[in-house]
């Protein structure tokens, strides 16, 4: 497939599938989502690298922050309705990620392992606090933020 029939396909811009191809786009997971649909694999599938042995663990950084220590890392999946992931997220100080809607009937649970988060969540924003968790809907736009002057860490698992 070209680089202008896979753009169309999962509608976005050529440029982007250059910059995913070169390692220099800093890609949203939502965009990685739509490549992985058209390419007709699971979003796990994509991300995985090439010498995965084992084909439910992934540990694969998808999504780099402003701060040096803001990553999110899929660790692995699971069979589910479709597949679920297990993450392991850092904010730096400050730092925000802005997710886009997922599909009906999707969930996140979180699990704060160090730090403070803040969730921005359609009814408002939540607080999670380390050693503390929260389950949600993920079918509406939500964010990920760190207002604290320390690293936050967190497990994220993604249900669908």
Do not use: K
């Amino acid at each position: 497939m070209s680089q202008s029939a896979l753009a169309e396909r999962a509608d976005i811009s050529r440029r982007m599938i250059v910059g995913v191809e070169s390692g220099e786009a800093n890609v949203s997971l939502s965009s990685l989502d739509r490549l992985a649909a058209a390419l007709d694999v699971s979003f796990s599938e994509l991300v995985r690298p090439p010498d995965a042995i084992d084909g439910r663990r992934i540990a694969s950084l998808a999504w780099r922050g402003n701060a040096p220590e803001s990553t999110g890392t899929l660790l692995g999946t699971a069979p589910a309705a479709q597949e679920a992931e297990l993450w392991v997220w850092s904010l730096g100080p400050g730092d925000r990620y802005p997710a886009e809607a997922d599909a009906a009937y999707w969930h996140e649970m979180i699990y704060v392992i160090e730090g403070t988060l803040t969730m921005e969540l359609e009814d408002g924003d939540r607080i999670v606090t380390a050693g503390d968790f929260l389950v949600f809907r993920s079918d509406s736009t939500y964010a990920f933020r760190n207002d604290g002057a320390a690293v936050l860490r967190f497990v994220r698992n993604v249900v669908y």
